[in-house]
């Protein structure tokens, strides 16, 4: 598969809960995220299936997040 116009078909990124629904954490990773993927919401982290692509795995996201409680997973390595 080649087509560069699907969302979300090379990167996908997971929050788990607790820290999915932490509103502060939601803020903080709607901040921190260069490409805008996630988007903070009265319940938590939201995120914007169509900007999945655009991560630039720069683990910001990942650092500003508790431990293991992001990943950020590459689709095309599986
Ligand atoms: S790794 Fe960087 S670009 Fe990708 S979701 Fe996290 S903050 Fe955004």
Request: a negative charge; hydrophobic letters at 40%.
């Amino acid at each position: 598969m080649s087509s560069k116009t699907l969302n979300g078909v090379f990167i996908d990124v997971e929050v788990e809960e607790p820290a999915k629904s932490d509103i502060e954490l939601a803020r903080e990773l709607e901040e921190v995220c260069p490409v805008g993927i996630f988007r903070a919401t009265e319940a938590g982290t939201e995120i914007q299936q169509a900007a999945l692509d655009e991560c630039v795995l720069c683990d910001l996201c990942v650092e500003a997040a508790p431990a293991g409680s992001i990943r950020i997973i590459k689709l095309y390595e599986q």
